[in-house]
T-cell receptor, first 113, second 114 residues
């Protein structure tokens, strides 16, 4: 079945450092790809998405590019802030209306001032 | 819009007790889902519904029941709670017309079964 693999956390960075969180996937078809973020004590929020190869999703300074050839969707940010501390989930969906999401295990990011 | 709301926020149950986790959305979304979140395992789909009167099982449905009598509400019932059901439960909704496939999540219910 479909699966999503993320780099192990936790990831600890200093403010203004460069962030990369790796995500790779396996899927039988042609999925849409997502990054969700979960701040402490809250539910998940969509951070960015991409629906076809070479699409770049971006939001709040975060970016991720859909790479079909490497089945990857790595999350990057050029300069992290303390407020970016959260858990980040990579996810895919192949169903027609996204009903069957598959989530990665999540990567906890801590940004120190 | 309140979005997706869940009650209660926290709950402690004894083994064998039953309870219902409530979920409601005011966005007129057709699709609703229940997930559980366990450390190191991401979110796993328990049950989902593509519209009122229609439900189906997800990856981990055992021990849970759902029904969808209205578009707005999608309660999750634990029939006989077990310690393995200690988890954080999230309800989500989505609308195919909004495509592609963004899910809106509630704030979660943290359940402990002793």
């Amino acid at each position: 079945g479909d699966s999503v693999t993320q780099m192990e956390g936790p990831v600890t960075l200093s403010e203004e450092a460069f962030l990369t969180i790796n995500c790779t996937y396996t899927a039988t078809g042609y999925p849409s790809l997502f990054w969700y973020v979960q701040y402490p004590g809250e539910g998940l929020q969509l951070l960015l998405k991409a629906t076809k190869a070479d699409d770049k999703g971006s939001n709040k300074g975060f970016e991720a590019t859909y790479r079909k050839e490497t089945t990857s969707f790595h999350l990057e940010k050029g300069s992290v802030q303390v407020s970016d501390s959260a858990v980040y989930f990579c996810a895919l969906s192949e169903e027609a209306y996204g009903q069957n999401f598959v989530f990665g295990p999540g990567t906890r990011l801590s940004v120190l001032p | 819009n309140a979005g997706v709301t869940q009650t209660p926020k926290f709950q402690v149950l004894k083994t064998g007790q039953s309870m219902t986790l409530q979920c409601a959305q005011d966005m007129n979304h057709e699709y609703m889902s229940w997930y559980r979140q366990d450390p190191g395992m991401g979110l796993r789909l328990i049950h989902y519904s593509v519209g009122a009167g229609i439900t189906d099982q997800g990856e981990v449905p055992n021990g849970y029941n759902v029904s969808r009598s209205t578009t707005e509400d999608f309660p999750l019932r634990l029939l006989s709670a077990a310690p393995s059901q200690t988890s954080v439960y999230f309800c989500a909704s989505s609308c195919p017309r909004d495509g592609p496939y963004e899910q809106y999540f509630g704030p979660g219910t943290r359940l402990t079964v002793t």
